[in-house]
């Protein structure tokens, strides 16, 4: 892959990622942007190395496919968790939130599901680059 579909790739998934981010207010399981642009940028690389070109061809890249592919991405994680809504919170430095086992097991679940699906997207990024 070439820097030019590297820098494709890369915008698509940062315009993507935007719109659910902050456009739906769809953060995903992770909650920080960075985290979603990640998963989205090695999700649209591996599409873009393993699914066949569709659409109109620019500078030798098919962006419908991609773009499809990361959307799909996006909507699946998006809509794993509920919109963020705003609240309003009282802020009193004295008081401390008592985390339970049951926040700990989630994170923990999140956690493990994130390296999973990095780990999955990286050997279909090197797959698909040995191809």
Do not use: Q
């Amino acid at each position: 892959m070439g820097i030019t579909a590297f820098i494709i790739v890369l915008l698509i998934a940062l315009f993507i990622g935007g719109i659910f981010f902050y456009g739906l207010k769809r953060r995903g399981p992770w909650g920080a942007f960075w985290v979603f642009l990640l998963v989205l940028f090695l999700a649209s690389w591996a599409g873009r190395l393993w699914i066949a070109p569709a659409g109109p061809v620019f500078w030798g890249f098919g962006w419908l496919s991609v773009i499809f592919w990361v959307f799909i991405i996006a909507l699946i994680i998006g809509l794993a968790t509920p919109p963020e809504r705003d609240r309003i919170v009282d802020y009193e430095p004295d008081t401390k939130t008592e985390i339970t086992e049951s926040d700990r097991g989630t994170a923990v679940v999140f956690g493990f599901f994130f390296w999973i699906l990095m780990l999955v997207f990286i050997i279909a990024i090197i797959g698909g680059l040995l191809r």
